[in-house]
């Protein structure tokens, strides 16, 4: 099996291995707040009063993002099911989707585990991979409404992150969502993935 490896920031040569190193992607899955700031006294900017920032109507930070809630949770396994959403998310409306979790996907050779969007050699935790080339090639980690097993999968989910927690907005279709971890060889996988939906507070 020949992979891309990447090791966080840093390429990482293992061709004894029968790896192939490549880089790391440059989109990120993680979900920052935004921060606002000025000169005003703290906890009323320009002035306004409490709970009022820069004039912001209620439910809206003005030194973040709006404030959402979680209108669904699930799990999905490493075996390769498609589990659906039971929320219908609306169209018009931009939901934040997070996934977590660590998986098996091999026991043998030392053992290897997967994150939503990386796997890794466990004995090499530090060394991450991407992709398993093979025909068709596999872009490992968990897909949203995207049933083809095929390079590359939807979404991006970003770059490593140590905490394996990754999140990445999607826009609603008046439908429910598809979810399914992809990977080459499902037999020998072992554990699940926790999907969270939220949605803007109404």
Not at 151 to 158: C, S
Request: charged share 20%.
């Amino acid at each position: 099996m020949v992979v891309r490896a990447v090791l966080f920031g840093f390429f990482a040569l293992a061709s004894a291995c029968g790896f192939d190193t490549a880089g790391d992607r440059a989109s990120s899955g993680t979900h920052d707040a935004a921060t606002d700031g000025d000169a005003s006294t703290p906890g009323t900017p320009d002035g306004s009063p409490p709970g009022t920032p820069d004039g912001a109507p209620d439910g809206v930070d003005a030194a973040g993002p709006i404030l959402e809630v979680l209108v669904d949770e699930f799990t999905v396994p490493a075996t390769g099911e498609k589990v659906e959403s039971d929320a219908t998310l609306d169209a018009g409306t931009t939901y934040r989707i997070v996934v977590s979790g660590v998986v098996v996907v091999s026991s043998s050779g030392g053992g290897w585990s997967s994150d939503a969007d990386w796997f890794w050699k466990d004995s090499e935790p530090n060394s991450v991979f991407e992709g398993q080339t093979g025909d068709p090639p596999i872009d490992v980690g968990v897909a949203i409404d995207d049933g083809d097993v095929a390079a590359p999968k939807t979404p991006d989910w970003g770059n490593p992150r140590a905490d394996h927690t990754y999140d990445t907005d999607w826009p609603g279709e008046d439908k429910t969502i598809e979810v399914q971890f992809h990977e080459g060889n499902y037999d020998n996988n072992a554990g699940e993935f926790t999907i969270e939906i939220y949605g803007p507070a109404l």
